[in-house]
């Protein structure tokens, strides 16, 4: 290595210990000289509600700040919202809702958090700030006491509608043969590859779920607004309707600015002639309120453990082209750890997740039973989405809890590869093969199966099948016959579940952690902390690395980072089309999948 090399990689090291040091110095002097903002009496939080709320996040002022990283989560507004409930200097909640991207389970939880929130007698507002209002937003902000747009928005509560693409034309086209295979009637996933068009069984099965979330979206919003169903039918076949139209159909109490919303809260609490301004905490300042300060969070230890994203062997994380994933390595670790703490009562599994790989799966559910032989009480929580995969790790739970909008159930599977000889032929492309064994090369690429191939392939599915019915039999306690005939890869929504016996209850976190203090046998009156394991990587900790999921360091966090970015510029089908292609890519040296066919966003 030549001098000058030398002397660039020491400058290198210096300058990166230099960056971690100036951040660990904002990091102490933050801690020590930022305290907790003061809450003047009588004030107004204000919160944004949008983006996709990922379950749980870091609250890491430092990535905030130095990398732009969002610190917003679905438990951190939920937790906000709670505080602003307790805190006797808070007169109200002001929500400001615009570009809801969760599902429709979520949506659901953050209503209910309203909801709790109105018991206290606190007023809350909301704000519509978008141009084109969607039904998400609305399905939210109708939830609230009072609901306001901006003059120049339109309301677009236009109903519900499902799109499904089909690749199975350009496969053609480009010569590619989906070879690919499924156990169950209703299991769809590979049908966009395999297939033209809707089946029975797909459609079947996207007109039920569609229509249990018509009627819940229709339902809340006549709720809300204190209409018919009938009515609030009516105005959503009519929709999208301009800013005064909404007013004048009693969807929204005014088409107004922010300074007049002010007013309005200004009047409601009571605020005397002489006081002009309304006095105001934003949601990232309210944050730094320790729930401890107000006698939350604080008792007996329940362990919540998060399970996002696509299930996948190793390590939790993210790619360039998924969001958030569940590795079973990481959550197994967390649930040892939560059974070997005698100070932990009991454990909540909260699984968002449309499913992923079987073999990462079944590693989740044997650690949650492992737990329960400590006798230990194991509760599910069920975001969005608990399905496939995500059903397979909650089955074995004590009890499930799902919203009634979660998308659960798809008990089946499905596997297979892509053939590209034809596209090997279309481009001229060879190959030379010589095989030690019969079934040598099962999943070349450059090749269909044989029929005996297909064969063995279909029952090596088949057995894989019987063994996700029996699980889910013996973890919900039924024939496993009945299992069959409710599984067969259809998904249902958690109303639709709990009348199948596949969910226990319909609620959000909050239940299901109620019902973990009831099966641990912790007295009613005493209080719950949760400890989040394994707690969520601060930027500090992304850089300095180490640890049993390290993950790179510095540069590592800075490339997830514009990955991220990367992606969220693109169009929202082909992050779609790229995540499915991820997925499928990692399946394709032989694996199976546990999979949702389909993503439900709100819109």
Request: proline letters at 4%; hydrophobic letters at 40%; a neutral charge.
């Amino acid at each position: 290595m030549s001098r000058r090399r030398k002397f660039v990689i020491i400058l290198a090291s210096i300058a990166a210990a230099l960056v971690v040091a100036v951040l660990i110095v904002a990091l102490v002097v933050g801690s020590l000289f930022g305290g907790a903002p003061s809450v003047p009496a009588n004030s107004v939080v204000v919160l944004r509600v949008g983006g996709t709320l990922p379950d749980n996040t870091a609250s890491d002022p430092l990535a905030s700040r130095f990398l732009g990283a969002p610190n917003n989560s679905l438990s951190n507004l939920l937790m906000q919202i709670k505080k602003a409930k307790v805190d006797k200097r808070v007169g109200g909640l002001l929500l400001r809702v615009s570009g809801m991207g969760t599902g429709w389970g979520k949506a659901e939880e953050i209503r209910a958090a309203i909801a709790d929130f109105r018991t206290s007698g606190k007023p809350v507002y909301a704000s519509l700030e978008a141009e084109f209002v969607p039904n998400g937003d609305y399905f939210v902000a109708s939830a609230c006491d009072k609901v306001f747009i901006s003059p120049e928005s339109q309301l677009f509560i236009t109903g519900l509608a499902a799109d499904v693409e089909f690749y199975r034309g350009s496969l053609d086209k480009l010569g590619v043969t989906p070879e690919y295979y499924k156990i169950g009637k209703y299991k769809n996933a590979p049908e966009v590859y395999t297939d033209k068009e809707l089946s029975e069984g797909f459609r079947e099965t996207l007109d039920a779920i569609l229509g249990d979330l018509s009627e819940r979206f229709a339902q809340g919003i006549a709720d809300g607004r204190r209409k018919s169903i009938e009515d609030v039918r009516t105005l959503i076949d009519n929709a999208p309707l301009g800013a005064a139209e909404a007013k004048d159909a009693g969807l929204v109490d005014g088409a107004i600015y922010r300074a007049d919303i002010d007013a309005e809260l200004r009047t409601r609490l009571g605020y005397k002639d002489s006081e002009k301004n309304l006095r105001v905490i934003a949601g990232e300042k309210y944050e730094q309120i320790t729930p401890e300060s107000l006698d939350l969070n604080m008792g007996t230890r329940i362990a919540i453990i998060y399970a996002p994203g696509i299930i996948m062997t190793g390590n939790s994380g993210g790619g360039p082209f998924q969001d958030e994933s569940t590795g079973s390595d990481t959550i197994a670790r967390a649930l040892r750890r939560a059974a070997d703490d005698e100070s932990i009562k009991a454990v909540v599994l909260r699984v968002d997740s449309p499913g992923g790989s079987p073999v990462a799966s079944d590693i989740i559910h044997n650690a949650v039973a492992r737990v329960q032989e400590k006798k230990k009480p194991v509760v599910v929580s069920m975001g969005d989405y608990a399905a496939s995969g995500g059903y397979y790790i909650s089955a074995n739970a004590d009890r499930i809890v799902a919203e009634p909008s979660t998308i659960t159930g798809s008990i089946g599977i499905y596997g297979g590869k892509f053939a590209l000889k034809g596209f090997y032929d279309w481009i001229g492309v060879t190959h030379g093969f010589i095989p030690k064994g019969r079934n040598a090369g099962f999943f070349r690429e450059s090749e269909v199966w044989t029929e005996s191939q297909r064969t063995e392939f279909e029952q090596l599915l088949a057995r894989s099948y019987q063994s996700f019915v029996q699980k889910v039999a013996t973890g919900r306690k039924r024939d496993p016959e009945y299992i069959n005939s409710i599984a067969q890869g259809r998904a249902w929504t958690g109303t639709q579940a709990k009348e199948r016996g596949l969910v226990d209850e319909l609620g959000g976190l909050e239940r299901a952690i109620e019902i973990a203090k009831e099966l641990a046998r912790i007295p009613k009156e005493e209080g719950v902390r949760r400890v989040v394991l394994p707690a969520p990587r601060t930027l500090l900790e992304e850089l300095l690395g180490g640890g049993e999921e390290d993950n790179g360091g510095y540069a590592a966090a800075k490339a997830r980072r514009e990955q991220q970015a990367m992606l969220d510029a693109l169009p929202e089908g082909m992050r779609r089309t790229l995540r499915r292609a991820a997925m499928i890519e990692r399946a394709q040296e032989g694996g199976t999948l546990l999979m949702l066919p389909y993503e439900l966003k709100i819109k």
